[in-house]
């Protein structure tokens, strides 16, 4: 099974948000350890997790977000799981990889080249400290699209993110480059901040970490960091909150219940 990528992300999220009304990102972050007993002895856990949680949630989901380090943490197999993993989800739905790169010169050209043209994913996390260096070979790919880390939604952000300079500094330095091909991340849990990052992006899509097992506010989120009604440009990622909703037998079937509660409630 071959991934066919023909669109940009910008245009996949906005088709596929305009089709299911659903802001649910689903983060892949399959780890080894806390998969269901029932897939221990499976040549591929990992793998074979991850294609029963798309083919359950699909229907909720408008994007995935499989994070790198759980597939490297689990060696070549866990590579060839986060091979097999994008394939299988339809074309129409736009994969996100959360790596949080950001290098210079032939170093992100590699990465970009890795991700964009082989694994053939439609958009990445970045993390923008080097500067404009690190959008250089990102933007030479037609159509790729990244998520600048604006202000993550683990505790320790304030160590950099909140409350310094460069929380301030971020949102100007994005405003050079076209809303096509960058958005942001804004942790759910980041409540204070929430409309002032809105209204240092306006427009931005915002991929927004944080609710569900990190606790992040998600009527805070609905009521801060939507863009407008027509075009919210939000994607509410929720990762074991939804794929370890269950450690039985019943995992993807629990999945599903998890998204489908998710979508819901962004509704109400």
Not at 139 to 148: C, H, K, M, N, T
Request: charged share 20%.
């Amino acid at each position: 099974m071959e991934r066919i990528v023909s669109k940009s992300f910008w245009h996949k999220y906005h088709e596929r948000y305009h089709q299911l009304r659903s802001h649910v990102c689903i983060g892949l972050d399959s780890q080894l350890d806390k998969l269901p007993p029932c897939l221990k002895g499976s040549a591929n856990p990992i793998r074979d997790f991850n294609l029963a949680i798309v083919a359950a949630t699909q229907d909720y989901a408008t994007a995935y977000k499989p994070n790198l380090a759980f597939y490297l943490s689990d060696g070549l197999r866990g590579i060839q799981a986060l091979y097999d993993t994008i394939a299988s989800i339809p074309s129409e739905i736009p994969v996100i990889l959360d790596c949080k790169v950001g290098d210079i010169g032939s170093t992100m050209a590699a990465y970009v080249q890795a991700f964009f043209k082989d694994l053939k994913v439609d958009a990445i996390t970045i993390n923008p400290l080097m500067g404009a260096d690190v959008l250089k070979p990102l933007l030479e790919i037609e159509s790729s699209f990244a998520f600048v880390l604006a202000l993550t939604s683990n505790p320790s952000a304030q160590d950099f993110f909140h409350g310094h300079e460069l929380k301030v500094a971020i949102p100007r330095w994005m405003q050079d480059y076209p809303l096509e091909r960058l958005g942001a991340v804004v942790g759910a849990t980041q409540v204070a901040d929430l409309k002032a990052m809105r209204q240092s992006l306006p427009g931005r899509l915002f991929l927004v970490p944080g609710v569900g097992a990190q606790g992040g506010d998600l009527q805070a989120v609905l009521s801060h960091a939507i863009y407008s009604k027509s075009e919210p440009r939000i994607l509410i990622n929720s990762s074991r909150g939804i794929i370890f909703a269950s450690s039985a037998e019943d995992y993807a079937e629990a999945a599903r219940t998890a998204a489908r509660q998710l979508f819901e409630a962004c509704k109400s």
